[in-house]
């Protein structure tokens, strides 16, 4: 069972250019999420989706889009590579929100560097 | 408006000692509490979850955890450390009130170092 699939694993990307991180889960799993994960602050959400075809900004959404066609890919988008998105980015998917709220599970994460 | 504080960014036990994780939560509501795991360059992985029933909740790996409403907190414990358990630890607090999406906050890990 994949579960939670991050490609690519790591990436260097030059300021102003575009790129696109990739995730799909195998669950069957209705949410999705983006998160990025900086040195001592935990993990932020950027967007996140409840089902396919209805996407919804997190806390700290500028500089990145989201779309999601069907019920297993959430891709992430960066459209202008800026520094401050030098991160590292975990895809996470749960069956639904509600009394499972917090029940996440994850990618192995994709490493961003913007120079 | 929910937090999420831990109180160490790290600790460092010896092997076969006991393990002490602290972290101290607000919210508004009657919250979840999650305690995730992460291995170097692995994500995350859920390790016990509090939801309103028992107070102390045990997990996977021997970790266990109690829920102390006087002192809003939800510290991690484990009897005895094991090589394995080196890692970064994140305490999370969940809005259970909000059905739409998940907020999660985050609290800003605890790195766990195990000593031979």
């Known amino acids: 069972n994949a579960g939670v699939t991050q490609t690519p694993k790591f990436r260097i990307l030059k300021i102003g250019q575009s790129m696109t991180l990739q995730c799909t889960q195998d669950?069957?799993?209705?949410?999705m999420y983006w998160y990025r994960q900086d040195p001592g602050m935990g993990l932020k959400l950027i967007y996140y989706s409840v089902g396919a075809g209805i996407t919804d900004k997190g806390e700290v959404p500028n500089g990145y889009n989201v779309s999601r066609s069907t019920t297993e890919d959430f891709p992430l988008r960066l459209e202008l590579a800026a520094p401050s998105q030098t991160s590292v980015y975990f895809c996470?998917?749960?069956?639904?929100?509600?009394?499972?709220?917090?029940?996440?599970?994850f990618g192995e994460g994709s490493r961003l560097t913007v120079l | 408006a929910q937090s999420v504080t831990q109180l160490d960014s790290h600790v460092s036990v010896s092997e076969g000692t006991p393990v002490l994780l602290r972290c101290n939560y607000s919210?508004?509501?009657?919250?979840?509490l999650f305690w995730y795991v992460q291995h170097p360059n692995k994500g995350l992985q859920l390790l016990l979850k509090?939801?309103?029933?028992?107070?102390l909740v045990k997990g996977i790996n021997g970790f266990e955890a109690e829920f102390k409403k006087s002192e809003t907190s939800f510290h991690l414990t484990k009897p005895s450390a094991h090589m394995s358990d080196a890692a970064e630890y994140f305490c999370?607090?969940?809005?259970?009130?909000?059905?739409?999406?998940?907020?999660?906050?985050f609290g800003g890990g605890t790195r766990v170092l195990v000593k031979p």
């Open positions: 919210s508004s509501y009657s919250p979840s």
């Open positions: 999370v607090v969940s809005d259970l009130v909000k059905a739409a999406g998940n907020k999660l906050t």
């Open positions: 669950m069957n799993h209705n949410y």
């Open positions: 996470a998917s749960s069956l639904q929100g509600g009394t499972n709220t917090g029940e996440l599970f």
């Open positions: 509090y939801t309103s029933a028992a107070t």
